[in-house]
T-cell receptor, first 110, second 113 residues
């Protein structure tokens, strides 16, 4: 199984950009990169996903390295509500496996 | 549009008992995933149901089982409960298999005493 590696925790100041890294050196050509986040006492929520090209949506941007062995989730202006655990996941498009790792706990300081 | 709903919110059992957890997906969603999240840890994939069939299961013993009903709701059964089964059990559903954007419920907190 392809696996992801993320830092255990990161800190950010409010209203500053945040770059959350993810390494996935064993990614296969058919694996999509998904990001979810889990706010305290809630189930995870979808953030963004991509295959090869960088992606933007209203929540965040996803920058994917050219060799696809790493990616970065970018929150353009962190708010206190963005404090959560962020999960980087590889989805095997063949069997639709979604394997969550331990994630990165993001703390946002006012 | 109602989100994914799970019941009960909390469940307290003793060792050796059986637990049944229920999940109702978002209307129109035909696939359901089950995950286990032990305290302070990430999500562990349990089961995936699609169109009433079990499509895949994670690395869990056979005493973890489930089913999906014709209305696409799902049930997770855990037999012969052990203390380490205490966890938050999350259900997620999606509509588009190509995108697999999952929508999660708030979970059932199972405590085994």
């Amino acid at each position: 199984d392809a696996k992801t590696t993320q830092p255990n925790s990161m800190e950010s100041n409010e209203e500053e950009p945040v770059h959350l890294p993810c390494n996935h050196s064993t990614i296969s050509g058919t694996d999509y990169i998904h990001w979810y986040r889990q706010l305290p006492s809630q189930g995870p929520e979808y953030v963004i996903h991509g295959l090869t090209s960088n992606v933007n949506n209203r929540m965040a941007s996803l920058a994917i390295a050219e060799d696809r062995k790493s990616s970065t989730l970018i929150l353009h202006r962190a708010t206190l509500r963005d404090a959560a655990v962020y999960y980087c996941i590889l989805r095997d498009v063949g069997n639709n496996d979604m394997r969550f790792g331990a994630g990165t706990r993001l703390t946002v300081k006012p | 549009e109602a989100g994914v709903t799970q019941s009960p919110t909390h469940l307290i059992k003793t060792r050796g008992q059986q637990a049944t957890l229920r999940c109702s997906p978002i209307s129109g969603h035909t696939s359901v995933y089950w995950y286990q999240q032990a305290l302070g840890l990430g999500l562990q994939f349990l089961l995936w149901y699609d169109e009433g069939e079990e499509r895949n299961r994670g690395n869990f013993p056979p005493r973890f089982s489930g089913r999906q009903f014709p209305n696409y709701s799902s049930e997770l059964n855990v037999n012969a409960l052990e203390l380490e089964d205490s966890a938050l059990y999350l259900c997620a559903s999606y509509r588009d298999r190509n995108k697999n954007i999952q929508y999660f419920g708030a979970g059932t907190r199972l405590s085994v005493l």
